[in-house]
């Protein structure tokens, strides 16, 4: 049936959407996008980078290409589509949306991009494809859109077939992981993170029924496991419980997880034990350091020794800790990075942590919130606008040094397929020997035997 809107972007295709990155995932951010589209009379297109080439034809089809930018190895890609995109069809309006657009505005719109949406930006895009349908110029105004949406049910069609995607692998078996996410934004206002620039400290949630409509689906499609892609499950935990109990009982041998922060994990051990018992194989939590310095400066919000009392109660509902680390700041001594490596080698938390997260380093991008803060300012060096990020350097050249070998320890590591617990030994003894101190015997607090912990077959990326 013929579009009863007809105009120049109503033609399938006349939309393209892109995705560079989502951790793995099928990207949620495309078929949200699409879903408000296809809503409002549009027929979109999707591509997935991660998975499937840029095909020339669909992008000259093409008079609209929408990239999704959610993190940072999105926009570098993302980047570099762009420009291919512009060299087979000059004449498409080109917008890149998501967080690391909105941080990166002034580059985007010098370098060719026509438009830069971030935030609750969906209903934004909508109307920028009902303004290039009626032959209007784009508006270049970079500003978040922080206002509370009408969510329709995510349109996947367009999408690689889940079974592509990261898979959840525990106790032996492999299951197809869905995503879902039952709020966006955070109520926090972590230095470092990419939100709290563009969310300025709010949330908002996306209706209980919308939740669960794209759960049904993605279960028709072969999911057995979900991750709640929420930057905080537990910014609303009364929404988020709800979602789950509502998910349990139409899908009582669906698993899934989620991210929240430490102080929520502390806040809630009863609902951990509800979560628990809901199916939820593991939580993944932003520790990022175990020195109250770095914490402090990065004012997350939490000490190092809540993170042990994180650590006890997520164990102690029966959930594992995943948790994520930022191990090269300014501020991380040699001795801080010792005591992280040793710790979560007693903690039997080899297993929990991908050995990635081992060689993170602050990453600094031009709408960073640190930026406002003096105590960054002594280290910065140049804004490489290119890479995304403003550069800089830590005052003890070991540490510098310490950053390259790590990273390409477990480089290798990963090409090999080596065991996480052997990675783990050798990134300890780079940073003993960094140190100049002769490490002891590692030996793990937790040494009963028991399968190895629940994870998505992806490594963290930012």
Known sequence: MQNERAGPLRGTGAILLLSCYELGHQPLALATAAGFLARAGFEPDALDLALERLDADRARRASLVAISVPMHTALRIGVHAAEQVRRWNPSATVCFFGLYALLNHDFLLEHGADAVLGGECEAALVALAERLDRGERPERSPAPVLSKLDFPVPDRRRLPALDRYAALEWSGERRVAGVVEASRGCLHECLHCPIPPVYGGRFFVVPRAVVLEDVRRQVAAGARHVTFADPDFLNGPGHSLAVVRAMHAEFPDLTFDFTAKVEHLLRHPADLRELAAAGCAFVVSAVESLSDVVLAKLEKGHTRADVQRALEAVRGAGITLRPSFLPFTPWTTLDDYVEMVDW???????????????????????????????????????????????????????????????????????????????????????????????????????????????????????
């Open 344 to 462: 979560l080698i007693a903690e039997d938390l080899t297993d929990c942590v991908e050995p990635v997260q081992l060689a993170v380093r602050l990453l600094v991008p031009p709408g960073s919130a640190l930026l406002a803060r003096p105590d960054i300012r002594p280290f910065l060096t140049d804004l490489d606008a290119g890479a995304f990020t403003w550069r800089w350097e830590h005052p003890d050249p070991r540490m510098e040094r310490l950053y390259g070998d790590v990273s390409e320890i477990v480089h290798w590591a990963n090409h090999a397929r080596e065991t996480p617990a052997r990675t783990f030994g050798k990134v300890r003894d780079a940073a003993y020997a960094a140190s100049g101190r002769r490490p002891e015997a590692a030996r793990a607090t937790h040494a009963e035997r028991r399968p190895v912990a629940p994870r998505l077959t992806e490594p963290w990326f930012c």
